[in-house]
């Protein structure tokens, strides 16, 4: 069995009753070459990461993890999960089972495998690892454990959404899709409200999905294109930059100039003069 960049805080099952057994927990650290691979498992696994990309795959679906992620695995089904080689997840880990976990997930219809919700409060995470670091022998640890683990999976109840989380055979249509929107909207005001309800996908996992395929943010692509058509513009008409300025729907001419010049480094008045010379 390959030996991985990690910390276990516990290696070996702790069984407190029929409601709760721990397997494992610890913390996985930066390890390129960390890659898990499970054809079956009695265990549901919990896993957070804390910052770094990773990736898993179940049923030849592959889906990307990052910094806030939280991610379930339920037992009795194959999966692998891995670092991303330039940026590797470091992430805290559990694998529990027992009757408590199980019911858990099915009283609130968290199923799915993988589950995969962003929960921007690490707290929970470290404190259940603290609990079973400090405390595993207190004779009132299994409730406590209990309580902890149970906010942990309502956390990832109101933040998780089948939307969210698409495979990444199909991220390229959904970004697709979005790239096309935001190609039909360039004389509309940006709002990522606007594209998150859309396209039925929190904020964050729209951008983390259109950054993906096309390296860039749905923002910067936005600009870019009305900075694209703005160039045309002053290569091939006789508009006044305050009128491609607010044909194009930037705040001011002030602020449409500024941004060209960052962009390309001239001003829009200097760039159509070279355009002239050529």
């Keep these: 069995m390959p030996i991985f960049n990690e910390k276990f805080i516990l290696n070996a099952p702790k069984k407190f009753s029929n409601l709760l057994t721990v397997k494992c927990a610890g913390i996985t650290n ?7 691979s499970r054809s079956e498992s009695d265990s549901i696994i919990i896993e957070y990461v804390l910052f770094g990309k990773g990736y898993i795959e179940v049923e ?12 379930v695995l339920q037992s009795n089904q194959a999966h692998k999960y891995y670092a991303d080689k330039k940026s590797p997840f470091k992430k805290v880990f559990f694998s529990f089972n027992g009757d408590f976990i199980t019911v858990l997930l099915k009283l609130y219809n968290l199923t799915e495998n993988p589950i995969i919700a962003p929960i921007a ?33 309502l956390q990832v109840k109101n933040n998780y959404s089948t939307q969210n989380f698409i495979s990444q055979d199909d991220n390229l249509s959904i970004s697709n899709q979005i790239k096309l929107y935001i190609e039909n909207n360039l004389n509309n005001k940006f709002l990522l409200d606007d594209l998150s309800k859309t ?16 390296n860039t943010t ?8 009305k900075l694209d058509i703005s160039k045309k513009l002053l290569e091939n008409t006789k508009l006044k930059i305050d009128e491609i300025s ?6 001011d001419s002030q602020h449409f100039s500024k941004l060209f010049k960052k962009v390309y480094g001239i001003s829009p008045m200097q760039y159509r003069k070279s355009k002239k010379q050529d």
């Design 30 to 36: 930066e390890d390129s070459n960390y890659f898990i």
């Design 60 to 71: 030849n679906k592959k889906y990307s993890l990052y910094k806030g992620d939280c991610f």
């Design 121 to 153: 409060d690490k707290k929970p995470f470290e404190q259940l690892l603290y609990l079973l670091s400090n405390n595993i022998n207190d004779k009132n640890i299994e409730g406590v454990l209990c309580l902890k683990l149970h906010e942990i999976i």
């Design 199 to 214: 396209f039925y996908l929190s904020k964050a996992h729209l951008i983390k999905i259109f950054k993906d395929n096309y």
């Design 218 to 225: 749905p923002y910067s692509y936005y600009m870019q294109c």
């Design 246 to 251: 607010a044909r194009m729907s930037f705040t």
